[in-house]
């Protein structure tokens, strides 16, 4: 049994079943790798247009940006030359990275020193402080994009990497906090962008460690296993600073998160609200402006008591009542929370209008596979049905549209009226609407008003 369900696992989760030549993946990872000719312009380019969706709080341009930016190349190239023990496809791709980096920033300062919208916006804000998730993200996001890189037939699995993983954001915000003078909005930008390249390129190499792909051989054993050496203690150095950025930004977001549910359970009291929440994880300190109804004494040492149920036993916990206590950074949380709920609001918003989209868009290809009225103009009309209805004088043709819930022209009615010298007999009359359902295509109801002459 157990013989059974590991051979199901391994039939299920194959990967050399669909993996190319690995002749072919090494062409792709080397051709990925230079920033020179195309690459460069595209790169240019793609700098360009992200800084314009920063700069204008534009998530569609922004994730364009991401679509075309060709940075993965040499991150991958790092991963798969530590993966094969080449020390040279390694320097070639930390030689790459570090020239599309400083032009990115280059680039993307000059942008923001010569736009006149100097405003941070809330997609900028969004890349100045990196999170647990990621590192998560640049981990799976790294880990699937190498297994789709070295599949035969390449999906959109490079493309979702690359929106996932979000490399050229914050290199762009970056050169906004440089261009700017903000070097809190650079310096976490950076770090933000530093994660995401480190752990793609571990990604990448364990994943193509996995993968049956022939390693590099060398003439000299001793320089082959000088090499192999030197690779390892690269992929140490490079693994170790991300494993301590992870636990860094794990326990980060964990104080984070702990202190925002004590201000929130602690502080929103009746007629006390809080206006502003300061928590700086590396120093350990909360700082909470309250308005409304002052708390006593007792009140705060009573909420300082309850530091260690929430795991802020060491925390700093300082709190300032009234707004005359307003300073200016508390000026700056609050236009970062406004700007905070301004991009959530804008992502539902985003939301409604695709589903109402897709449902129109539904609707309107449910509704042209219905036929329309097949019906001529009055005057033709009225020719046809005075050749077998001669008493017909007059005809007046029209369509009444019933709400339905599937479809507008699947209750579409037409209603035909008649003036008569005489009043049609009850047969005829059937024969007639008969007549003139099918003349309408058959598919709709027709209801027919006959009016005698006077």
Request: proline share 6%; with cysteine.
């Amino acid at each position: 049994m157990l013989a059974t369900v590991i051979r199901f696992l391994r039939t299920r989760f194959l990967l050399t079943e669909d993996m190319a030549d690995p002749a072919e993946i090494r062409a792709d990872v080397e051709a990925g790798i230079p920033f020179q000719g195309t690459n460069l312009w595209v790169l240019i380019f793609a700098i360009l247009v992200a800084s314009v969706g920063l700069n204008v709080n534009s998530t569609a341009v922004i994730i364009g940006a991401m679509l075309i930016s060709p940075l993965m190349g040499p991150i991958v190239g790092i991963g798969y030359g530590a993966a094969t023990l080449e020390l040279a496809l390694i320097r070639r791709g930390l030689k790459n990275l570090l020239t599309a980096t400083v032009l990115s920033l280059a680039v993307s300062a000059l942008y923001f020193k010569l736009t006149p919208l100097t405003d941070a916006g809330s997609e900028l804000l969004a890349r100045t402080q990196p999170s647990t998730w990621d590192v998560l993200i640049a981990l799976f996001g790294g880990a699937a994009g190498a297994i789709g890189l070295t599949r035969r037939e390449h999906s959109n699995v490079i493309p979702g990497v690359a929106i996932a993983t979000a490399l050229m954001p914050p290199l762009c915000t970056a050169g906004y906090g440089l261009a700017t003078a903000h070097w809190d909005y650079f310096g976490g930008a950076l770090y933000l962008f530093s994660i995401n390249c480190v752990f793609i390129s571990v990604a990448t190499f364990l994943v193509i460690q996995i993968l049956p792909l022939p390693k590099y051989d060398y003439e000299n054993d001793r320089r082959g296993r000088r090499v192999r050496l030197t690779i390892w203690a690269l992929a140490l150095l490079t693994a170790a600073p991300s494993v301590y950025l992870a636990i860094n930004i794990v326990r980060s977001g964990t104080f984070t998160h702990n202190a925002q549910r004590f201000v929130e359970e602690q502080f929103n009291l009746p007629g006390t609200y809080v206006v502003t929440s300061r928590i700086v994880p590396g120093a350990h300190t909360i700082n909470v402006l309250l308005a409304g109804q002052r708390l006593t004494p007792a009140q705060l040492r009573a909420a300082r008591a309850q530091l260690p149920e929430y795991r802020l036993a060491e925390s700093m916990l300082t709190v300032r009542q009234g707004l005359t206590r307003l300073d200016s950074s508390d000026a700056q949380a609050l236009r970062t929370s406004m700007l905070e709920d301004l991009r959530s609001r804008d992502e539902r918003t985003l939301v409604s209008y695709e589903g109402r989209l897709a449902q129109l868009q539904q609707l309107i290809a449910h509704s042209d596979s219905v036929a329309a009225p097949r019906l001529p103009a009055p005057g033709t009309l009225l020719r046809e049905v005075q050749a077998e209805h001669p008493t017909v004088r007059q005809l007046g043709l029209s369509y009444l549209v019933q709400a339905a819930t599937d479809s507008l022209r699947a209750d579409t009615t037409v209603v035909v009226t008649l003036r008569v010298r005489r009043p049609l007999p009850p047969a005829e009359t059937q024969r007639l609407t008969a007549w003139l359902r099918v003349r309408a295509g058959g598919q709709h109801p027709v209801q027919l008003l006959a009016t005698p002459m006077p």
